[in-house]
């Protein structure tokens, strides 16, 4: 008994045009996984990383202020002495507290809900500080 040509067609397989098809579109579609895929793993440290920055910045924060306890006992001007620890604007910093930028260490007064820059009275110290991406700003005062 013959078979016909489309029962005999179905037992060959695939053609070789079919596979070469297949091939191609699985190319493009492999490709553009792969690139969404990668920057999307790429992006996906950025958050951890700036965790690890933030968790950084407040061990450098805490101590400094852990420090500026001590000096209220001991120093007899704990905030000029602070001050002067802490290092000079736009400076990077590594020493006891840690490494860091100084972004702001000057002495400041409220005047209403406006900050003011004061050298006379020198009673709160306003110190603002950088790490990677992440900053903290803390106040200082007698």
């Known amino acids: 008994m013959k078979k016909s040509y489309a029962a005999h067609m179905s037992e060959r397989g695939f053609t070789l045009l079919e596979i070469i098809i297949t091939l191609i ?18 992006k996906s440290a950025q958050p951890v990383s700036m965790v690890q920055n933030a968790n950084y910045l407040h061990q450098v924060f805490e101590r400094m202020n852990s420090e500026y306890k001590r000096l209220l006992l001991t ?11 802490l290092g000079n604007e736009g400076t990077d ?50």
């Open 25 to 42: 579109i699985s190319s493009i579609l492999g490709a553009i996984m792969v690139q969404t895929l990668g920057t999307s793993l790429y």
């Open 93 to 142: 910093q590594n020493n006891t507290y840690g490494t860091y930028t100084i972004l702001i260490n000057r002495y400041i007064k409220f005047t209403g809900n406006n900050e003011v820059n004061e050298n006379t009275l020198k009673t709160i110290l306003k110190t603002s500080v950088k790490y990677g991406t992440q900053t903290i700003t803390g106040l200082f005062t007698k």
């Open 75 to 85: 120093d007899s001007d704990p905030l000029e002495t602070l001050k002067t620890s």
